[in-house]
């Protein structure tokens, strides 16, 4: 049975997905003194990472507690409009007077991408305490997107970066993007203690269907490969994005 969970609109989507980013936070804080988490790109989280900085919600989170990745990221430096950090720093964490090692930015701008994300799969290794040799490190949650075509990170249809099992991060060229990406890659993602894909929009809807409720088809809907075996994934959507969903699916 799918967890999908169903806000009004975008708005009521949002506040409850910075709800549960809090519940998770406090949830991973208390237990293990900090909260690993990867932050969504695109534009669907701008408003989440909004509501976690205002000033009913920021004080419930010990925020020298939490430390920041990044589920992908565009070739392009960190205050160039379209990037996944300058997204967040604007909208959360440049009100919240973080440390710098708590932020761990994809740095997707440098010439050399393999080397970028081979660095940020030692980084990740690092912030963890484990070899980037060894399995996938736990985040306590990734926060993911939905694309039209259903991709998830940037792991889009029909790329090699579907099949990845051995690497944690990878930069690959989307042809249809026409634009090189870094990604996390499906062996950490569903490695994950708490998967949150955040879905608004009628634009959405029959994306949503086919991804949940249409037969298996992950190279063509790579989000139906979003399954931790150890974890809980749950959809966030709103009732546009719903729209076209069996009933049975909704909590
Ligand atoms: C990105 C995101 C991507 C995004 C989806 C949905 O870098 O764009 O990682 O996976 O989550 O494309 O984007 P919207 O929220 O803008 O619809």
Known sequence: MRDVRVS??????????????IDLARQAIAA???FMVALAGGATPRRIYELLAAPEHRHQVDWTRVEFFWGDERAVPPDHPDSNYGMAAAALLATLDLRPEQIHRIQAERPDRERAARDYQIEI????????????????LILLGLGTDGHTASLFPYTDAL???????VSHYVAKLQAERITLTFPIINRASEIRVVVAGAEKAPTLKEVLEGPPDPERLP????????????????RAAAGELALEHCR
């Open 8 to 21: 009004a609109d975008a708005e009521a989507l949002s506040r409850a997905a910075a709800r549960e980013f």
């Open 32 to 34: 293990r003194r900090r």
């Open 125 to 140: 290794a690092r912030a963890f305490g484990v070899s980037p040799e060894g399995p996938p490190p736990v985040f306590d």
């Open 163 to 169: 099949r990845e099992r051995r690497r944690h991060v």
């Open 223 to 238: 989000s139906q490969l979003l399954d931790p075996p150890a974890g809980r994934l749950a959809w966030l959507v709103d």
